[in-house]
T-cell receptor
Framework: EADIYQTPRYLVIGTGKKITLECSQT?????MYWYQQDPGMELHLIHYSYGVNSTEKGDLSSESTVSRIRTEHFPLTLESARPSHTSQYLC????????????FGPGTRLLVL | AQTVTQSQPEMSVQEAETVTLSCTYD???????LFWYKQPPSRQMILVIR??????QNATENRFSVNFQKAAKSFSLKISDSQLGDTAMYFC????????FGEGTQLTVNP
């Protein structure tokens, strides 16, 4: 099993609150990703990073922001949560070289009331 | 641009039988890889099998094998001797500059 961790696993929060979803990996991977996934649906890439101080927006527009100050850490922040942000957020990482096999964290299920 | 299409939203199979999940893709990349990922209910997404596009030989991993038809841009997954633990959402994906996922196929293995 891959060494990639996400906290919290579940979060219920009120509208307007600021939240940070944590993601860390111990594999030394340069590339990291955030996906948004509604239950039983496909994954949508919202952010990615190819290394420290490198972040890019993904295919799906998101009001969240990310930072990559350390190789192993890739947190996602929502400044003001809204019910439309309710979803599952998956973090993944992959090696710089090779066939882009991504290793996924367990996910954070977010419910915004 | 890359696209991945899984035309079977749901499938079911009896335990110990064989099932095939379909996937078609389109890519402008000359060097790419194809993947099948498995997402069990409330559990972590894990890689099932991977295929390098430049290899003609189909990849196999124990009970899982693929039928890779490059000209047809088809990449199906065959699961032999299905087990209850195979119940999951299965995603087909292709990588070029980034990983692109299909819509997923929910597979249920019935006892």
């Amino acid at each position: 099993e891959a060494d990639i961790y996400q906290t919290p696993r579940y979060l219920v929060i009120g509208t307007g609150k600021k939240i940070t979803l944590e993601c860390s990996q111990t594999m030394g991977h340069d590339k990291m990703y955030w996906y948004q996934q509604d239950p039983g649906m496909e994954l949508h890439l919202i952010h990615y990073s190819y290394g420290v101080n490198s972040t890019e927006k993904g295919d799906l527009s998101s009001e969240s922001t990310v930072s990559r100050i350390r190789t192993e850490h890739f947190p996602l922040t929502l400044e003001s949560a809204r019910p439309s942000h309710t979803s599952q957020y998956l973090c993944a990482s992959s090696e710089e070289a090779g066939p882009e096999t991504q290793y996924f964290g367990p996910g954070t299920r977010l419910l915004v009331l | 641009a890359q696209t991945v299409t899984q035309s079977q939203p749901e499938m079911s199979v009896q335990e110990a039988e064989t099932v095939t999940l379909s996937c078609t893709y389109d890519t402008s990349e000359s060097n790419y890889y194809l993947f099948w990922y498995k997402q069990p209910p409330s559990r972590q997404m894990i890689l099932v099998i991977r295929q390098e596009a430049y290899k003609q030989q189909n990849a196999t991993e124990n009970r899982f094998s693929v039928n890779f038809q490059k000209a047809a841009k088809s990449f199906s997954l065959k699961i032999s001797d299905s087990q209850l633990g195979d119940t999951a959402m299965y995603f087909c994906a292709t990588s070029g500059s980034r990983l692109t996922f299909g819509e997923g196929t929910q597979l249920t293995v019935n006892p």
